[in-house]
C-alpha cells in the first residue's frame, strides 16, 4: 500500500490482490505525468473523458471528479480498481468498467491511454478507439520510456493522427494525438497454429500470450496431458489462447474443463478456439471459459487437476509472486489426491513452491529451457 501525490491530494492506492509481496507500486510516473498533461491540455469537467487499460485504477482515482470511462483488459486490474474506489471514499460508480472486448459508448472528446506492452494489442486497441472518438479528439498516450518501443508512437500517429511527444519526464512520456480519422488499411489477422496429435487448430489474438503461436512451455506439457475416458474435472489456470484446456478436453471425453484467464482478450481467444475446434454444442459444453482472478471463485475441493502454465511477468518485472498464488489457488481448488501439473521456465524453481505449499513435488520432464512439475493435495 502506498500513497499518491496528485495536486496536493494524497490518494491511498494498492495493486490487485492487494497486500501482495514484492512492493511493487500501484501507479508510476506515466500516470502522473498523464495527470498533468490532462490538466494543461484538456481541463475543466466538459468533455467526456476515456481511460484506456489504466493499470489499477490511479487515473481513474484522480480523474473520477470528470466521470470517465475505464476501458480494459486485465479483471485484476478492474478489481483494484473497484478496491482503490472503495478507499479513497468514491462511489462504485464513480468510474464504470467496460471491459476491453467490449466497445464503450462514444463519443468521447478525450482519451488518456497507458501504452501495453505488446504493439498488437496498442495497435487492436487505437483501432478499437477511432469509431467512439469525437473528430479532433484529443488522446494522451503516456508510458515509461524503456517500456515504450518507438514503433508505438509511430503507431499512435498512423491510427489517429499527428501526436506529438513531449520531452521525458521522470523517465515518462507522453504523446498527445488529434484524432484527424487518417485512412488505414485492413488489420493484419492473427496467425494460427495446429496441434494434430488434438486435432487442434488455434488462432492468437492481439494481446494474447503466444501471439498465435505454440509456447514453448505449453508444448512440453502437452506431452504430460492425460488420456483418461472417466469423468474428470480440471482447470487450466491461466488459459491464454485455450490450448491447454481443449488439448485435455479432446484426449478426455467425459472431462469438464474450466479454462480461466484475468485478461479478457485472453477469455474471448480461447472461447472462440473453443467455437472453432468443438462445433458439436455438447462438445463444446464440457468446456467453461471465464474471466476472473484465478481460481478464486472455485468451490474449495471441487477439481480432480488443475494445468498451470503461470505468468512470470509482474508488469514489467520478472517475477514469480503471481504464480506462486495461483499454486495456492490450486491447492485449495484441488480436492485430496488431486493433481497440479506446472510448466515454467527452469530457473523459476516453480518445485521450491510446491513443495512448500503441497508438501511434495515430481519432476516430470525437462528440455533446456523449461520444467514439468506436478505435485498433488495430500489431505
Ligand atoms: C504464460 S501464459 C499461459 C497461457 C496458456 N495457458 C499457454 O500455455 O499458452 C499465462 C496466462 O495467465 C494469465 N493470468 C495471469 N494472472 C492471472 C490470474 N490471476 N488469473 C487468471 N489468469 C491469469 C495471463 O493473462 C496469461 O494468459
Redesign the pocket.
Known amino acids: 500500500m502506498a500513497w499518491l501525490d496528485i495536486d496536493g491530494h494524497e490518494r491511498e492506492l494498492d495493486r490487485w490482490p492487494q497486500g501482495a509481496p514484492g512492493g511493487l507500486l500501484a501507479w508510476d510516473a506515466a500516470d502522473e505525468y498523464l495527470v498533468g498533461q490532462w490538466r494543461a491540455l484538456a481541463p475543466g469537467a466538459g468533455p467526456r473523458l476515456l481511460l484506456v487499460d489504466d493499470h489499477w485504477g490511479a487515473l481513474a482515482v484522480a480523474l473520477a471528479p470528470m466521470r470517465p470511462v475505464s476501458w480494459g483488459d486485465s479483471?485484476?486490474g478492474h478489481l483494484a480498481l473497484a478496491a482503490n474506489l472503495a478507499r479513497c471514499g468514491l462511489p462504485a460508480d464513480a468510474v464504470p468498467f467496460v471491459p476491453s472486448v467490449d466497445i464503450p459508448a462514444g463519443p468521447f472528446d478525450v482519451a488518456l491511454v497507458r501504452l501495453p506492452k505488446a504493439l498488437d494489442a496498442l495497435e487492436d486497441t487505437l483501432r478499437r478507439l477511432r469509431p467512439v472518438l469525437r473528430e479532433g479528439a484529443l488522446v494522451l498516450a503516456g508510458g515509461m520510456i524503456k517500456h515504450t518501443p518507438t514503433r508505438a508512437w509511430r503507431l499512435l500517429e498512423q491510427c489517429l493522427g499527428p501526436a506529438p511527444t513531449t520531452p521525458g519526464w521522470k523517465k515518462a512520456r507522453v504523446g498527445a494525438a488529434t484524432f484527424t480519422s487518417p485512412p488505414l488499411g485492413p488489420p493484419v489477422a492473427p496467425p494460427a497454429y495446429a496441434v494434430p496429435g488434438d486435432q487442434l487448430e488455434l488462432r492468437g489474438a492481439p494481446g494474447?500470450?503466444?501471439g498465435g503461436h505454440l509456447?514453448g512451455?505449453?508444448a512440453l506439457?502437452l506431452r504430460h496431458l492425460p488420456r483418461a475416458d472417466e469423468a474428470l474435472t480440471a482447470a487450466?489456470?491461466?488459459?491464454?489462447?485455450g490450448?491447454?484446456a481443449l488439448a485435455l478436453a479432446r484426449r478426455c471425453p467425459r472431462a469438464l474443463v474450466l479454462a480461466?484467464?484475468?485478461?479478457h482478450r485472453?477469455a474471448a481467444c480461447a472461447a472462440a478456439n473453443l467455437d472453432r475446434n468443438f462445433p458439436q454444442p455438447d462438445e463444446a459444453a464440457r468446456v467453461t471459459v471465464a474471466v476472473?482472478?484465478?481460481l478464486a471463485d472455485v468451490a474449495p475441493g471441487s477439481l480432480d487437476l488443475v494445468l498451470c502454465?503461470?505468468?512470470?511477468h509482474q508488469g514489467h518485472a520478472v517475477s514469480d509472486v503471481?504464480a506462486a498464488?495461483?499454486f495456492a489457488q490450486a491447492l485449495a481448488a484441488l480436492r485430496p489426491g488431486g493433481r497440479l501439473l506446472v510448466?515454467g521456465n527452469r530457473h523459476l524453481g516453480h518445485h521450491a513452491k510446491l513443495d512448500r505449499l503441497f508438501g511434495n513435488h515430481e519432476l516430470v520432464d525437462g528440455d533446456g529451457r523449461f520444467v514439468v512439475v506436478a505435485a498433488t493435495r495430500r489431505d
Open positions: 479483471h485484476l494474447v500470450f503466444g509456447d512451455g505449453a506439457l487450466d489456470l491461466g488459459c491464454g489462447d490450448i491447454l480461466v484467464d484475468e485478461s485472453a476472473a482472478d484465478g502454465n503461470p505468468p512470470f503471481a498464488r495461483l510448466v
